[in-house]
């Protein structure tokens, strides 16, 4: 019939407008998480000001010990930022580059996938919300993070955050996860180490280097090409971070 575009033709239009509504919906949510500020994070203060001592309890009931962000490798936190959250120290709590950046991800499923979640959204998600993929809970998780980090300075939010995150084969912060891959201290950990660690958040149990290393090299050469981008390393040295060995337990 005339008129009527082919199935084939329609599709990838149709995924581009969900893809964009997905970006707007998303930066919409940035903009009222922003101006909302505290109305609904004043509601939850009590569950933010808590979040030291309910990790505390986590690590001791996973049996791992916290760790100050002064004992952890330098390398591992330019590793980690690099790949997770680039804008980490100078962003509100919410950053408006990994929003656009997700929406290419989301373009490419037509479907809301991935949010550009910053540390401190992933902070907040892991302690106090649910991971369903929902524009209301987006919004929630927008508030708590922009509320968190007028409450808490970013090296607390960090310091947080690398004692609970999960890191697969049942290691629940980045003791644990230190000491499970590679018998060591997180101060102890080497530049590969670091890489190998910071591309786990993602999918800890699919990036196990333990259970699939290839997958976790594939991983780590992510971080790498992170850090390059970054201005963290040169493409000389992530070549020879590549190349350098795990020492895997």
């Known amino acids: 019939m005339e008129g009527i575009a082919p199935a084939t033709q329609r ?8 893809g964009l509504s997905i970006l707007f919906t998303l930066a919409f949510a940035a ?7 505290g109305t609904y994070a004043y509601v939850r203060l009590p569950d933010l000001r808590a979040l030291p001592q309910k990790v505390r309890q986590e690590l001791s009931l996973h049996q791992s010990r916290w760790v100050p962000l002064r004992d952890v490798a330098p390398s591992l936190v330019t590793a980690l930022l690099a790949t997770e959250d680039r804008t980490f120290w100078s962003n509100p709590g919410v950053s408006f580059e990994g929003i656009a950046r997700s929406v290419l991800v989301d373009l490419a499923y037509g479907r809301f996938v991935e949010g550009g979640s910053t540390l401190t959204q992933q902070l907040v998600r892991d302690q106090l919300l649910n991971d369903q993929k929902t524009v209301p809970r987006k919004l929630e998780e927008m508030v708590l993070a922009i509320a968190l980090t007028r409450l808490d300075p970013k090296r607390e939010i960090l310091t947080l955050y690398l004692n609970q995150v999960y890191l697969g084969h049942g290691a629940y912060g980045i003791f644990a996860a230190s000491e ?16 190998l660690l910071a591309g786990l958040p993602q ?47």
């Open 11 to 18: 599709r990838p239009v149709g995924r581009l407008r969900k």
């Open 31 to 37: 903009v009222v998480a922003l101006a909302a500020g």
């Open 180 to 195: 499970t891959y590679f018998g060591r201290t997180p101060a102890e950990l080497t530049l590969a180490q670091s890489t």
């Open 203 to 249: 999918a800890p149990s699919y990036y196990d280097p333990l259970a699939d290393p290839k997958a976790a090299a594939q991983r780590q050469a992510q971080v790498v090409a992170a850090m390059e981008q970054a201005g963290a390393l040169t493409q000389a040295q992530g070549r020879a971070v590549l190349k350098a060995p795990w020492g895997l337990r």
